[in-house]
């Protein structure tokens, strides 16, 4: 464990990770039973694991105060601190305060106790320096959370660990690289492992065979199955060296090399290989509408920050799922690369929506809006030709003053018909010629917006002279 060297090198004593299915510690299905770890080393009580169904345990109970506590002991080390992995659920000003008693027995009688800082945020570590370190004590953590609207949504932990001094050098394992992504059938290249010079060899163990396996002393790795794996190097403590650890995660995919190879699987849960290119059409917040030639499909999860053209390569781990009965979407993105370049998307420009647009990021031009459209996720109507144009600000996009704009947004599908989900605006600027009258046996001319004369006008907006009458003109 990488954690300093010499006399400040800490070592862990004891570490309990909470994950689905787990036979480390008792079932628990509510906010109110003490329970304990199975090789009894952690009691706790207040906090809920949905009977081993969540990767944490949660506190906070929906109309009822509550006190959730956790305790561990008896050290013979010297605990210098304790480690809790705060998960995604998390709210500060749902927990009054926190304590930590220390105490010679598990009651906790005569305990000496240290108010608390609360956690930083979700997803992050929560370490607990234990003020002078002694041998053979009790630990306990509690908190105070008045009622809560709702279960469970206060505080939530994923892992507790507990840390203490020692005079052995750190093995400092470690490899480059967090997680590799490969496709089923290929092979891959294990990151590179580094340790303290002298620390012993580790031995190199996969936590799913069924997914990849590991060669025991090189750390080779063989990719078997689809799936997740965490490949580990680990050592036992020696007399001059800590224990080593340190892992990284192996996802394999099902390769698909289209959008339309992502639609056709049928399973959500199944791991995919993105393995094709995809250009951002529209960015907001954690969804990305991005295409691949003609075909569009939308990316919802923690991703980098792109922009509109950004190109985001092949090499990547999601699962297909179709949002709303009608949207193609990649959920749950692992290792999305940064984008490599960026070169523009222009959205095709329509007249008016049909279903063939469905799930495609388009353009309509000169839609009328008769007043103001909403900044909030509401539906409205603009105008295109006389004919009613259904549209909806699903990702609340910042409203426009009445007027004529060019609109551009994605076309999805709601109660059977097609809706427009506006992404921007663009106000039609009015060239200011006005109409006169005509010569109705004049030729007629035609010229673009740049005033250039067109003699065979294609699809888009031009100016339309015939004698004296000039107007602009829309042709289809």
Do not use: H
Request: proline residues 4%; aromatic residues 10%; hydrophobic residues 35%.
């Amino acid at each position: 464990m990488l954690l300093g060297l010499g006399a400040n090198a800490q070592e862990v004593l004891s570490s309990i990770e909470f994950k689905q299915n787990s036979t480390d510690y008792e079932k628990i299905g509510n906010y109110t039973d003490t329970w304990k770890s199975t090789d009894e080393k952690w009691v706790f009580k207040g906090f809920n694991n949905n009977k081993n169904g969540w990767d944490f345990i949660a506190g906070g109970r929906k109309n009822n105060a509550s006190e959730p506590y956790f305790y561990t002991g008896v050290y013979a080390a010297p605990v210098s601190k304790i480690v809790i992995g705060i998960a995604a659920r998390y709210t500060a000003s749902a927990i009054t305060s926190a304590t930590l008693y220390v105490a010679d027995t598990n009651t906790f009688e005569n305990a000496v106790k240290t108010s608390l800082t609360l956690p930083t945020g979700a997803n992050s570590d929560w370490t607990i320096t234990i003020p002078n370190p002694a041998e053979n004590k009790y630990y306990k953590v509690g908190l105070v959370i008045p009622s809560q609207k709702s279960n469970g949504q206060a505080i939530s932990i994923n892992k507790i660990t507990v840390y203490g001094k020692s005079d052995k050098a750190d093995a400092e394992y470690a490899f480059s690289k967090a997680s590799v992504c490969a496709p089923l059938g290929s092979s891959i290249d294990a990151p590179d492992f580094t340790c303290a010079e002298g620390a012993p060899a580790p031995e190199y163990v996969s936590s799913n065979t069924d997914v990849a396996t590991v060669n025991s002393a090189t750390g080779a790795v063989t990719i078997v199955g689809v799936g997740t794996a965490e490949i580990s190097a680990k050592s036992e403590s020696n007399d001059k060296f800590l224990a080593g650890s340190a892992s990284y995660k192996v996802y394999v995919g099902q390769p698909v090399n289209s959008i339309a190879e992502t639609m056709a699987i049928t399973d959500k849960a199944t791991l995919l290989y993105i393995n094709y290119p995809l250009t951002v059409a529209f960015k907001n917040f954690n969804n990305t509408f991005a295409c691949n030639g003609n075909d569009f499909i939308q990316v919802y999860g923690t991703q980098p920050a792109y922009t509109v053209g950004d190109v985001i390569p092949a090499g990547w781990i999601g699962c297909y799922d179709l949002f709303n009965k009608t949207t193609p979407e990649i959920i749950n993105p692992i290792d999305m690369p940064e984008a490599t370049e960026n070169n523009g998307f222009t959205p095709a420009k329509v007249s008016e929506i049909t279903t063939a647009d469905v799930n495609k990021v388009v353009t309509i031009e000169n839609v009328v809006f008769a007043e103001a459209t909403p900044s909030t996720k509401d539906n409205f109507t603009g105008t295109v030709n006389g004919s009613e144009v259904a549209m909806r600000n699903n990702y609340t996009i910042k409203g426009v003053e009445a007027g004529t704009y060019n609109v551009t947004g994605v076309v999805a599908i709601y109660s059977g018909k097609a809706q427009f989900n506006v992404t921007g605006y663009e106000k039609v600027v009015d060239t200011g010629i006005a109409d006169i009258v005509a010569d109705e046996n004049a030729p007629v001319e035609y010229f673009n917006l740049q005033g250039i004369r067109v003699e065979n006008p294609e699809n888009g907006l031009y100016i339309r002279r015939q004698g004296n009458k000039v107007t602009k003109v829309i042709v289809k």
